[in-house]
């Protein structure tokens, strides 16, 4: 049988395999599995080069689906090969009779890609659309670094191509001429709704990535011979240009009934099913004259000597800002966390060969350009320009490779990529995101440069666990140099996600090197027995001003840097107790962030306590200094003073 005749049989057994599964789940998209069947089959069977019963091997192509919704195709062809998933705990080689779990709690086989639920063929979880072509770009990267030589295909729905991440991804495949990064635009013609706008039409996109720079192949995305042709023009040797395959397919293609707009995400049931799989066979004698199979000739991936990681010793803050001539900055006693944040990036990146620092054009306010700068770690560095959402996913992808991502931009500007952030923790990504310039203290520049609901955003995800055991993320504020240096060093030993906070202005150094920076930990900095104000990164300073004013009232109170959540719940009500259940929580932010899960906790113990919140409770506006705009969201010293001595009933001074 001709490659031809063989591809076509293949697409339309997947083909059947995909209506099959979606009909016992009662739910799915078989049309659209239905359109990728042909780039499918000759990617799975023929070109990519991979190990069905190793999929995750450093070395494999790797296929990123970002039309999520699709992969019943990919489920299909996985069954068909024999492909080694994990269920339940155990290796399990995929077959047809699996598939008949799709979308049960139970099964591996989720409704959309996920490889923390067994699927390691997959490297990332998408559905939420617009983000594969960015994982892709950053296992693009990583395989470059690591010059394993694997090639990364990525599937893109025509109606997806609208996100405007998919337009980031591109600049940023250009800008870092991923040769070895293949998107694969499905032009379907159909999304949810309806047909797609003209401007995602084949002969649009073509011309938008060729005004991007790509090498272009339009082809007819059921031909095999076609792509066969447009995948080995990409694996030609000495490739210079990045490339991109936009494919004309049909939606539902080999069934008329199940053609047109109006079958996104219905599975074909009953008497209906039979018609449909009996066009396939028609469609199938019409191509092949039979249901012949194609031999499974998968190309080997190629070798590769992973190198010996090299163990270095940490370097504490004290050896780093001497090995950087910063000695005068620490004996100083005042360093704004942003800037201690780059050092220990930068002494992170000479001890750890995996971290790498990705920005988004704020790098010299960050302070990761200390680690950019840096001859030695430059290489790792990626500059993603402003595109946010795409620099999340690029961490995903590099976090799938092996690499600890630190993802760092303004805290106000990570809002941008929540949904981005969310499908990485899905993904068990051990990404690091760090945002400088964080609450109200910058002042000057207003509330559009002001990062107020990220807490409670972030501290939601602490509240459940994620797939390796820990936290959904920590969120970390710390609230001087030495802790965010500290903090800094621990995010790189933890997997799993990670949010720190820094803060644009110069404060005083609290601590010293004696003090120990742990994930779920706090520190007592005052000790008192009439209450607890509790606290973290810029509003410390704040309180330990308040902590001088109350004492001079005679008000005994404990001040308490809450600098990571989740936290030891049983030591903050230790802690509490110590100081008569009284307590004030102090915040640059929205609520719904430190003081709730103060609250929470307190709640949960069942024990009697009176909590109070200070938080940001008005739209701030820009302001000439941090203690005018304090004074505008009433968190000043005198605030917090007048706020404590009210709790316990004692007039105020």
Known sequence: MSFENAIHARAILLDSMSLEMCAE?????????????????VLMYRTMRWLPDNPNNPTSDRLVLSEGHAVPAIYAAMADIGVTVNWNGEPVRLNPDHLKTLREDDSPLDGHPNPMEGVEFFDAA???????LSVAAGLGLAARADN??????CIIGDGEAREGQITEALDFIMDHELTSVLPIFNCNNYGQAGAVSDQQSPKKLAA??????FEVAVIDGHSPDEIKNAFDSFNKEGRTIPMAIVAKTVKGWGAPSMQGGNWHGKPASGQQLETVLAELRQTSVQLTSSFATVSIAIPEPPKWEQPTPTTKPTMTFKEAMEKWDMATVLQSGKMATRRAYGVALRALGHTNDNVWTVDA????????????????????????????QNMYSVGAGLSAAGKIPFCSTFAKFITRGYDQIEMA?????????????????????????MSLPDIAWFRSFGTMKDHHGGPGCY???????????GLTHAMADHVGCCYLRTFRPDVEMIYDASTVFELGGMEVLTEGRDLVIISAGYMIHECNKAIDELDRMGVDATLLDLYSLPFDEERLLDIVN???????????????SIGSAVSDACTASGDAFTVKQMHVTRIPKSARSPESILRMCGLHYTDITQSAASLLGVAAT
Not at 148 to 153: I, P, V
């Open 361 to 388: 054009d704020v790098s010299n306010s960050t302070f990761s350009n200390a680690f950019g700068n840096d001859a030695d770690l430059s290489d790792r560095f990626v500059e993603c320009k402003i595109a946010e």
């Open 148 to 153: 394993t030589g694997r090639k990364t295909y």
């Open 126 to 132: 998408t559905g939420s659309l617009g983000q594969g």
């Open 475 to 485: 969120v970390l504020q710390p609230a001087d140099a030495w802790a965010a240096y």
């Open 208 to 213: 938008k990535l060729e005004a991007f720079g």
């Open 25 to 41: 789940s009662g739910s799915g998209h078989p049309t659209s599995a239905m359109s990728i069947g042909h780039l499918v089959s």
């Open 578 to 592: 110590e100081n008569n259940g009284n307590v004030l929580v102090v915040e640059d932010n929205y609520g719904a």
């Open 425 to 449: 923790i899905n993904s068990g990504a051990n990404i690091k995101i760090v945002g400088s310039h964080s609450g109200i203290s910058l002042a000057a520049d207003g509330p559009s440069q």
